[in-house]
């Protein structure tokens, strides 16, 4: 039992076995659940109200009061000022987007975008990865592993290159990467191995290999790197005023941001920093649909920290029999087993949370809708679109309600997927989506083709605009 003011402790309240900061083996050394970073807050300086961190805005020039993770460090107290390592991650924006609010069903200025393509290397996990790079630094990590389907491998090689402290080294499955990721991997220097196999095959691996060479791994098992997620929640309710949106919406793989937003809300509440708590909707893409099958349809719960550990396992094994991979046009959230499903229980209990799942034709419909409305977003993204439309149409969501829906890639993540959606060519569209389910862009804003004739184009451009 450690006497320390931060730790590392089990999620299982049964358990409660608790671990320094300085462990990395990230694992319950008791019961072998997950780990939370957890803090005694009475021992620390939380703030006293939420407008607290509005005065760092004040302070840009600070590199730390500039992020748009450590401006809120007294949230995360795991590290001290000089230990903290920012590349200026979480910049990143909360729109209202009113074109795709009249496409999911909800009334004018009641649908949020939380753009989080806008980081360093385009996405999400850049919140995370300045936090478990930070502890990477604390127990004196000199290379770092990530299994990925793209955006943690960019993520990691970006903030490997941009500190020149670690060597990156990434697993990716075969042929399950976008371009758009892999070359980011590839410009920044990492080490990248590709195995036989999926991101599950990978994330086994990874560990295995980590553990054996000691070589630090970021991916989301890793309870420091939930900690810089949770501030994407932190700036979307700085941007709503301090006020808890009625809807989280958020695309769900690993699903280490939902645990992440569920522990920052847990948090805030157990810190009398927030009255009322959002709901929570984790949205799978229709091919990769482990939680809502457990969730949804199966009844899994958190149960006091007990969930039921045979329906998961009886799921998994009938994976394996019946030789079942994930398979979804939305690359990153391409996961069958979820590392991070007994947090994502937890928060869905805390928060009042659903799980539904959609389509690929319903993800890039979605994602069609919001490039439309101007914002570019990666496939996996459009999926919180996709289910929020989905929950609105069953009446899960009210037209009055304030829905926060979060894009947590760039478009240019994956561009092959939204040429092929546009494209004129009947050819590359079957190639890259008729395989995964597509069989219509229903809003496609295709090329026209003309001569090389400048009365034709003149009559087009009349024609068309």
């Known amino acids: 039992m450690t006497t320390e003011a931060v730790f590392q402790r089990c999620i299982h309240p049964h358990c409660g076995a608790t671990l320094g900061v300085d462990e990395t083996a990230f694992a319950c050394p008791r019961c072998g659940g997950l780990l939370d970073v957890a803090y005694d807050w009475a021992r620390l300086t939380p703030p006293k109200s939420l407008r607290d961190f509005e005065a760092k805005w004040s302070q840009r020039t600070d590199p730390l009061s500039f992020s748009g993770v450590w401006r809120f460090r007294e949230l995360l107290p795991f590290a001290s000022p000089e230990q903290i390592l920012t590349i200026g991650e979480g910049q990143t924006i909360l729109q209202q987007a009113d074109i795709v609010a009249g496409y999911v069903g909800v009334q004018p200025g009641k649908l949020f975008l939380q753009y989080e393509g806008q980081n360093p290397s385009g996405s999400f996990k850049d919140n995370g990865m300045t936090a478990a790079f930070t502890h990477a630094r604390m127990v004196g990590a000199r290379r770092a592993a990530c299994a990925s389907t793209g955006n943690t491998s960019a993520s990691l090689a970006v903030f490997c290159s941009a500190t020149g402290l670690m060597r990156a080294i990434i697993f990716i499955g075969s042929g399950k990467?976008?371009?758009?990721?892999?070359?980011?991997?590839l410009d920044h220097g990492a080490l990248t191995v590709q195995i036989a196999g999926d991101f599950d095959d990978a994330m086994q691996r990874v560990q295995q290999v980590s553990r054996r060479l000691g070589i630090y791994l970021v991916n989301s098992i890793n309870p420091f790197r939930l900690e810089g997620q949770k501030t994407v929640m932190y700036r979307v309710l700085e941007a709503l005023r301090?006020?808890?949106?009625?809807?989280?919406?958020?695309?769900?793989?690993?699903?280490?941001?939902?645990?992440?937003?569920?522990?920052a809300f847990i948090e805030l509440a157990e810190l009398g920093l927030l009255k009322r708590l959002p709901r929570l909707a984790v949205i799978?893409?229709?091919?990769?649909?482990?939680?809502?099958?457990?969730?949804?349809?199966?009844?899994?719960?958190?149960?006091?920290?007990?969930?039921?550990?045979?329906?998961?396992?009886?799921?998994?094994?009938?994976?394996?029999?019946?030789?079942?991979r994930a398979s979804t046009i939305a690359s990153a959230i391409e996961i069958n087993r979820p590392v991070n499903l007994p947090k994502a229980l937890r928060a869905l209990d805390r928060c009042g949370g659903v799980v539904r799942e959609a389509s690929d034709q319903d993800i890039l419909d979605a994602k069609a809708k919001v490039g439309a409305g101007g914002l570019g977003c990666e496939p996996a993204s459009a999926a919180s679109v996709a289910g929020a439309r989905k929950l609105r149409q069953e009446g899960i969501i009210a037209p009055n309600d304030r829905v926060v829906c979060i894009l947590t890639g760039h478009a240019l993540k994956d561009p092959t997927a939204t040429v092929a959606y546009h494209t004129t060519d009947q050819k590359t569209f079957e190639e890259v989506l008729g395989t995964r389910g597509v069989r219509r862009a229903t809003y496609a804003n295709r090329a026209v083709q003309v001569p090389n004739d400048l009365d034709e184009i003149i009559k087009a451009i009349e024609v068309y605009s």
């Not at 990467?177 to 991997?185: D, E, M, R, V």
């Not at 949804?296 to 394996?320: C, F, M, S, V």
């Open 177 to 185: 990467i976008s371009y758009g990721k892999l070359a980011q991997a």
């Open 242 to 263: 301090w006020e808890a949106p009625d809807w989280i919406v958020v695309p769900g793989g690993n699903l280490g941001n939902v645990s992440a937003f569920g522990k």
């Open 284 to 324: 799978n893409a229709a091919g990769a649909d482990t939680f809502f099958k457990l969730f949804g349809q199966a009844n899994l719960r958190w149960e006091g920290g007990k969930p039921a550990k045979q329906t998961i396992e009886e799921y998994y094994r009938h994976l394996d029999a019946e030789k079942i």
